[in-house]
Each structure stands twice: as structure tokens, then as C-alpha cells.
């Protein structure tokens, strides 16, 4: 059975880089699409963007400027970055396998848990 | 970008009688080559991450119980429990996967009446 597996720091201070992971354990990485997701407290769905396993990636504009998604196939990992955090990135924040495949991807079947990461002074 | 809304934001089901959610997307999200809507939808219980029920706007996720099922082509879309549960009691979000970034409505709560 697939599962993502999430870490990383959970409380930050404004201006500071958000960084996190992501493993995938007892299936394939290779072959597929990986993407963050944000969920604010009590908000809706965010897509920040998306890596595939050779290193492509595509990011929401919205964040861009700020983000960098890489992933490491030797460990089957996939990580996040996001520099000077503010309160407004507080958020749950997932790591999501999508489930398309070739040009026809962007839907998600398997999800991390979430890490809520508070951004606060 | 395509902005999703859903309607109602909330709605109150008998057990037993059927929910309807429904999305709209500001532009079509069907490829007309393939004709396939770039549609998604989840559901969301407390603490949990989002669950796929169903893509391609009325393809079954493996595993989801046949009262749920999606409907609809373009821009407007429809999900619909039919034989409502109590464990059903959830967020419901619609998602399109047309172009980026992928975007997702505000969100659907069902719950027991």
C-alpha cells in the first residue's frame, strides 16, 4: 500500500524559509506527477505547484517567486520550499501523487496527511 | 486562471435522501479533442486529507461506493450522493485539472438534517 509520508518544521517566523518533505513508501515515484497543496485554517484548496520524477516542475504563479519544489528519486522524496513566510502562509500543507498520466494529468488519488506549519512572531 | 464555484456552500441532507453539489468553472474545461471534462471532484472529513471520488467529471475513483457519482460537460458540473449516509458528512470540493494552475471551488459541507 502507497503511502506519503510528511515532515518538516511546523512553527516559523515571519521571514523565514518553510521547508518540507515528502517519501513515498511501497510504490513507484518514477512515472508520475508529485504536487504541493495548501489548505489555510478553515479555507479552501490551494495548488502550488507540481513536480514530475525527472525534475520538471510547474508552479502556481501565485507563489512562484518564492517556491522551489525538487525531488531526489534515490530516496524517493520530494521537498518544499518557500521563502519569507508570512502570517498568510500559514496553512495545512499536503504532498499529493497525481494519478493522470502523459498530458492527461492534474487529479490527485493519493495525499499525504498534512503539516500544519504556523507562521507567527 | 478558471475560478470554481460551487453551489450551495452548505446544505443539510435527510439520511437516506439524495445531496446535489454543484460547480461551475469560469471557462470550458473540456478538451474537445478528447472530449474528456478536466473535472474532479473530493471529499473531505475532519483532520483528513481530501479523497478522490471521481475524475474525468463522472469516472468512479476504484473504492467509491456507487452512490456517489458525477455528472455534467463544459461548465457546469454536478455531484450527487444519492442515499445519503451519515458517514458522509464531509466537505466536498470540485477541481479542474484543464490548465494551470489547477483550481479548486470554495467547498460544499454536507450535513445530517
Known sequence: QVQLQQWGPRLLKPSETLSLNCAVYGGSFSGFHWSWIRQSPGKGLDWIGEINHSGGTNYNSSLKSRVTISVDTSKNQLSLKVTSVTAADTAIYYCARDAGSGSNHGYFDLWGRGTLVTVSS | ?113
Open chain 2, 1 to 113: 486562471d478558471i475560478v470554481m464555484t460551487q453551489s450551495p456552500d452548505s446544505l443539510a441532507v435527510s439520511l437516506g435522501e439524495t445531496a446535489t453539489i454543484n460547480c461551475k468553472s469560469s471557462q470550458s474545461v473540456l478538451y474537445r479533442s478528447n472530449n474528456k471534462n478536466y473535472l474532479a471532484w473530493y471529499q473531505q472529513k475532519p483532520g483528513q486529507p481530501p479523497k478522490l471520488l471521481t475524475y474525468w467529471a463522472s469516472t468512479r475513483e476504484s473504492g467509491v461506493p456507487d452512490r456517489f457519482s458525477g455528472s455534467g460537460s463544459g461548465t457546469d458540473f454536478t455531484l450527487t450522493i444519492s442515499g445519503l449516509q451519515a458517514e458522509d458528512v464531509a466537505v466536498y470540493y470540485c477541481q479542474q485539472y484543464y490548465s494551470s494552475p489547477r483550481t479548486f471551488g470554495q467547498g460544499t459541507r454536507v450535513e445530517i438534517k
